[in-house]
C-alpha cells in the first residue's frame, strides 16, 4: 500500500518533467523504498498516473537489477558472475556463500535477512572477485572475507 505522502511525491516528480514517463525511474524507486519491492499494485499507480500501461511500467523495472519484482532480504546480496569475477574464483566462491548462507542464488533465507541474485558487472572487476550488499561494495572477496561479512551482518 502506497502512503498518501508518497502518492503526493509522485506528483510533484511528474510535475518537473515535460514529458511525464520521464519521471518513471524516480517514481519506481520511490514505490520500491516504500514497500521493498515492485508491487503489481505500484507498478499499476506508476502505469496510472504516467498514463502508460502496466506493460511498460513493468518491461521497463525488469531492465535494471535495482528494481525487485518480488521480497527481497533485509541484506540484498547482488553476486557478479561477469568475467573477470569468474577468473578469479567466482563460482567457487558463490557456493560457498550459498553454502554458508543455506540457500542458492534467486533465494531468500527463510528469515528474510538475506537474499542472494546473480548480476552482471559491477563496474569493480579491478577488485575481483566482488559482490555488492545493499548500497555497499564488497571486493577482494576470500572464503575467509565472505564469512567475516556475514559475521558482521548478523
Ligand atoms: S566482472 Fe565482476 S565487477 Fe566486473
Sequence with gaps: MISEKANQQMDQMIARYPVKRSAM???????????GYLSEDGIRLIASKLDLTYMD????????????????????IQWCRSISCMLCGGDALR??????????????TPDGRFSLAEVECLGACGR??????????YEDLTPAGIDRILESLK
Excluded at 25 to 35: K, R, T
Excluded at 61 to 67: D, E, V
Excluded at 128 to 137: C, K, L, R, S
Design 25 to 35: 525511474i524516480p517514481m519506481l524507486h520511490l514505490v520500491q523504498a516504500e514497500e
Design 57 to 76: 511500467v513493468s518491461n521497463t523495472a525488469s531492465f535494471y537489477t535495482m528494481f525487485y519484482r518480488r521480497p527481497m532480504g533485509k541484506y540484498r
Design 95 to 108: 557456493e560457498h556463500l550459498e553454502s554458508r548462507l543455506g540457500i542458492l542464488k534467486g533465494q531468500m
Design 128 to 137: 575481483a572477485p566482488m559482490m555488492q550488499i545493499n548500497a555497499d561494495y
